[in-house]
């Protein structure tokens, strides 16, 4: 076992290799290419045998992990919402795994779990809620704060649920109602508390894109035999950036006594900068609204919020007691009895410190740059001929090359492989009305119009390639 010395100076010594890692981000290709046999072959010379010094696992480690991914922190990694973590959010979850206090109870913890309260809190008050009241806790990720308000949703309905469950429900089937273009863990989360695949009901949105109340009002009215327990709006889908009518979803949600749920958990960064926090208008009339700070707010994995207007659902869907607790405490709101998870890691810290360090105001510039930047390439491509395929205010462009002759969703494939093997930057393709098409989102706050630019000559370059 290492004294204090020896672990000080192995800290120091893989915090400067770290900084190094950070380093070599711009220089880095994009995609490390190392394949499964190379990695697996690698990794024999880990018999858990002999010790080793611990600099030596993590210059290996380091090494391993730049040969063999896609440096999702690169600036020009225009693809799903991972931008490379805040220096103040990676010093935030050292600090965590320093102290790594357990976030179960209260009176274990009570400095961590008051920091996370504060920044729910704020959060709440950024929605436009009542601060004081705002509920919530920091979640794994978007999945389980989604999974969150399922359960939330199901305790509000059905009184006996908590106790009973599916037998608790007075034979109704309840229905998740969620845009067909929203994040498909709403299935899993389906299946998890038990309602099955179908529960989810995937309505169209008319235009293709945007879900808007009087399509879920239909879809509910044509469905008699499920039970609308939870609307979602999606604010920011994952593939196209559309902003749900969170207003028309509210009627329908109301008319109903259904819970509203917004999943903002890329989008609801934005709220920190008020063009996008209009764009956002009507989140304040959610029951419950997910927001991922490891998305656009650039901490490290993974660090969900569930923000709600009420405590009680929570109490209902997790409430627990047991003699090994040292307290269950509704007053202090003991993180275990009011969330999905036990033990628990002091997710919240990295979230305050990058709040603490660059501020309200700084993380409302870095958007606006990366506004800026979305509004370039947009205009950028149909300069240079390409067709846009989505309308949004969010820094996310669908495209597709315009065509004379030959397959387009052949074309964008071969475009998209095209980009992501010259490993001088990665996007993706998605489809979109029944059509593939490039995508291409910036959340690095490490992009700059020059990064931009070399996208678009590579794209140009690969049309020019097409057959
Ligand atoms: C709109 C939306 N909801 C939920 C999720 C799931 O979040 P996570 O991957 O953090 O569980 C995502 C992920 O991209 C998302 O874009």
Redesign the pocket.
């Known amino acids: 076992m290492s004294g204090p010395d020896s672990t000080r100076s192995e800290l120091l010594a893989a915090a400067d290799r770290a900084a190094e890692f950070l380093k070599r981000r711009r220089t880095s290709p994009v995609t490390g290419k190392a394949s499964a046999a190379e990695l697996r072959e690698h990794l024999e010379i880990y018999d858990f045998a002999a010790p080793r010094p611990v600099l030596d696992v993590v210059d290996d480690v380091f090494e391993l992990l730049e040969r063999a991914a896609v440096r999702s922190d690169h600036p020009r990694y225009f693809g799903?919402?991972n931008p490379p973590a805040l220096p103040a959010g990676i010093v935030g979850d050292l600090v965590a795994a320093t102290v790594n206090p357990q976030l179960a109870v209260w009176s274990h913890a009570p400095a961590a779990a008051e920091i996370e309260r504060k920044v729910l809190q704020w959060f709440g008050s950024l929605i436009g809620w009542d601060a004081a009241g705002t509920a919530g806790t920091f979640?794994?990720?978007?999945?389980?704060?989604?999974h969150t308000a399922l359960l939330a949703a199901l305790a509000r309905r059905y009184p006996k649920w908590a106790k009973d469950g599916v037998a608790g429900l007075g034979g109704k089937r309840p229905a998740i109602y969620v845009s067909s273009e929203?994040?498909l863990?709403w299935i899993k989360i389906a299946r998890n508390a038990g309602l099955g695949r179908d529960a989810v009901r995937l309505v169209q949105p008319p235009g293709g894109l945007r879900l808007d109340g009087g399509s879920v009002e239909e879809a509910i009215r044509r469905e008699r035999h499920f039970d609308p327990v939870l609307i979602v709006a999606?604010?920011?889908?994952?593939a196209h950036g559309a902003i749900d009518d969170i207003r028309g979803l509210d009627v329908v949600a109301r008319r109903h006594q259904a819970h509203l749920h917004v999943?903002?958990?890329?989008?609801g960064g934005g709220l920190l900068n008020d063009k996008v926090r209009d764009e956002l208008a009507g989140v304040e009339l959610a029951d419950s609204v997910?927001i991922?700070p490891?998305?656009w707010l650039a901490v490290p994995?993974?660090a969900?919020m569930y923000l709600a207007r009420d405590w009680s659902p929570l109490e209902t869907a997790f409430g627990v007691s047991t003699g090994y607790m040292p307290s269950a405490s509704v007053e202090y709101r003991d993180p275990y009895i009011h969330s999905l998870q036990w033990s628990r890691r002091f997710i919240g810290l990295k979230l305050f410190m990058a709040l603490a360090t660059i501020g309200h105001q700084g993380y409302s510039s870095i958007i606006e740059e990366q506004l800026v930047l979305g509004r370039t390439l947009r205009s950028q491509l149909l300069a240079r001929g390409w067709r846009v395929l989505n309308e949004t205010p969010l820094p996310l462009v669908c495209f597709a090359p315009a065509l004379t002759k030959g397959d387009e969703d052949v074309a964008v494939r071969a475009i998209e492989s095209y980009v992501v093997g010259s490993g001088k930057a990665w996007l993706s393709s998605v489809s979109l009305r029944g059509k593939l098409a490039l995508r291409a989102c910036i959340t690095s706050y490490e992009s700059t119009a020059q990064d931009v630019h070399e996208l678009l000559d590579l794209l140009d370059e690969a049309r020019l390639h097409l057959p």
């Open positions: 799903l919402f979640t794994s990720g978007g999945t389980e704060a989604n929203a994040h863990a999606t604010a920011g889908t994952t999943d903002a958990a890329w989008a997910t991922d490891h998305k994995m993974g969900g």
